[in-house]
């Protein structure tokens, strides 16, 4: 009895571990580290809203820039209603592992890509969601491995010209890798 109450221990640590490991890796090689590192520039380029509020095309949102659809339970109530910090980080989470998975949708090999151009992609693909299928010419330098052409990709699109500082950094980075 007793070593089989041993075995049903250890396995249900092994089990946690690797449970915990999986909820700390992504797509792309994407660890906890690296994620980490993007959603903290995530939140300083959202910004964080407690409340419901109207992007700057009017969308209503809330939280780290999440946009709300006919599926939050937020869908149709008033901007400044407030909204808690555990429901802000769920939609959050869940936004981010989408982020990933349209980053990993576009570039199949990006495991291969520099850590600095994963983060640099899953930021736009946080701001742009599927959007980001439209820049074929950048898509297209990426994959060539021409960090200057991506740049200069970025900047050549209306993206670069609604967002600020954020595309400004994020195209200095491009061309720095």
């Known amino acids: 009895m007793r070593i089989i109450c041993t075995y049903v221990v250890l396995f249900a640590v092994a089990y946690a571990s690797a449970e915990k490991r999986f909820l700390n890796n992504y797509a792309c090689g994407i660890d906890s580290t690296i994620a980490n590192s993007i959603k903290a520039q995530l939140k300083i380029d959202e910004g964080y809203k407690t409340v419901i509020y109207r992007d700057s ?3 209503l ?3 780290i820039g999440h946009l ?3 599926n939050d339970p937020e869908y149709g109530k008033p901007a400044g209603t407030h909204v808690s910090t555990s429901r802000i980080d769920s939609a959050f989470q869940s936004d981010f592992t ?5 980053f990993h949708s ?3 090999h990006c495991s291969s890509l520099p850590r600095e151009v994963k983060e640099i992609i899953v930021n736009m693909a946080f ?3 599927g959007g980001l299928r439209n820049f ?3 898509i297209s330098a990426v994959n060539s491995h021409n960090w200057s052409k991506a740049a200069d990709e970025m900047v050549n699109s209306a993206w670069y010209h609604q967002v600020g500082n954020r595309s400004v950094r994020l195209v200095a980075r491009m061309r720095a890798v």
Not at 98 to 102: D, L, R, S, W
């Open 106 to 108: 576009i570039f199949p």
């Open 136 to 138: 074929h010419n950048f």
């Open 127 to 129: 701001n742009l969601g």
């Open 68 to 70: 709300i659809t006919h």
């Open 61 to 63: 949102t809330f939280g």
């Open 98 to 102: 989408a982020a990933v998975n349209t």
């Open 57 to 59: 095309k009017g969308y």
